[in-house]
C-alpha cells in the first residue's frame, strides 16, 4: 500500500536530506499518524491549500537549503580581481588585446585573450566568430548573420562557423531539456 506517507518514509531511506511538505484532503485522519513515520517532514498543509502558507513553507524549506555556490569566471580589471557569475553572462567579445563581457547589469574589461578565457568556460559557452563567445543559454534564437539574445542584443557569427555554431546549440539544448 504506496500512501504518500509510505513514499516519504522510503524516500527518507535513499535521501535522508530531502524536505517533504504534506499535503493531504484527509485533515483529521491522518494528522496524528503522519509524525510516526521516518520522514524529514518540514510542513504539513491540508486541502484545499492555502497559498501564503505553502509560500511561507517553501520559503522556511528553502532558507535551510545549504548555500550553493554559483560558478563564477574571475577576471582582473585594472589589477583588481573582480568575479563574474557564469550564468550572467550574456557574451563575450575581444577589442584588441582586452575582452568585454557582457552581463545584464554591466560590461566588465579586462585584459584578457579570448583564447585563454574560452578555455577556462564550460560546455554552455562557444566561439560562435573570432572575436566572440556566446552563452548559449541566452539565445533567443539564430537568425541569417547573427544571434538574437533574450536581451535583445545581437552576436555575429562568422559565416564559416554559422553551421557549427547552431549544432553546438542544439546539442547544448538537447542536454538542457
Do not use: W
Not at 15 to 40: M, W
Not at 47 to 55: A, C, S, T
Not at 144 to 164: F, M
Amino acid at each position: 500500500d504506496d500512501t504518500g506517507m509510505n513514499v516519504a518514509e522510503e524516500l527518507y531511506k535513499l535521501c535522508p536530506e530531502t524536505k517533504i511538505i504534506y499535503v493531504t484532503g484527509y485533515n483529521d485522519r491522518f494528522s496524528q499518524h503522519v509524525f510516526l513515520y521516518r520522514a524529514n517532514l518540514s510542513g504539513y498543509l491540508t486541502k484545499p491549500v492555502d497559498m501564503e502558507l505553502l509560500q511561507a513553507n517553501l520559503k522556511k524549506v528553502a532558507n535551510t537549503l545549504p548555500f550553493q555556490e554559483q560558478p563564477v569566471v574571475v577576471l582582473r580589471q585594472n589589477g583588481a580581481p573582480v568575479s563574474v557569475p557564469l550564468r550572467e553572462i550574456y557574451f563575450i567579445e575581444t577589442q584588441g588585446h582586452t575582452i568585454q563581457v557582457h552581463t545584464a547589469g554591466e560590461t566588465v574589461t579586462a585584459y584578457e585573450r579570448l583564447e585563454t578565457i574560452l578555455r577556462s568556460l564550460p560546455a554552455g559557452f562557444y566561439q560562435c566568430h573570432k572575436s566572440y563567445i556566446v552563452n548559449m543559454s541566452q539565445i533567443r534564437r539564430f537568425q541569417i548573420n547573427d544571434i538574437l539574445l533574450k536581451s535583445g542584443e545581437r552576436v555575429p557569427v562568422a559565416r564559416a562557423r554559422y553551421s557549427k555554431t547552431k549544432e553546438a546549440y542544439f546539442r547544448y539544448m538537447g542536454k538542457t531539456f
